[in-house]
């Protein structure tokens, strides 16, 4: 069970979510953020804190959001697939790429 962010994040990026991790597994993204899926301990903190609900564990995301949840899983593979380990996020990193699919969202 890991902690996603879904679409009340995108174009918000409020950041307040990474204050509370305790493992800076929270990535700035372009549009929005994203939780690594191995480097998050599910402590729940970022849940707890968002202003605008849009964490949740990913076996209680709501209809319709599933894509999001994907989303978190995406940003972090390599062409070949494979899970990047960038070891943790500092405020001031260069944001990550997001997703094709994301891109191609249109803005709010």
């Known amino acids: 069970m890991a902690l996603v962010i879904i679409s009340p994040c995108l174009d918000i990026k409020d950041g307040i979510c990474t204050t509370s991790c305790p493992v800076d597994c929270i ?10 899926p191995t480097e998050c301990i599910e402590c ?13 564990y990913d076996d209680e995301v709501p209809q319709g959001e599933e894509e999001f949840a994907a989303l978190n ?3 972090f ?12 996020w500092k405020k001031g990193q260069k944001p990550l790429s997001d997703p ?9």
Do not use: W
């Open 77 to 88: 593979r390599g062409v070949d697939g494979s899970l990047n380990e960038p070891g943790g």
């Open 27 to 36: 990535y700035e993204g372009e549009r929005m953020f994203y939780i690594h």
């Open 100 to 108: 094709q699919k994301l891109k191609s969202l249109t803005e709010k």
């Open 44 to 56: 729940g903190m970022c849940e707890t804190i968002c202003p605008v609900d849009a964490i949740r």
């Open 73 to 75: 899983d995406t940003v």
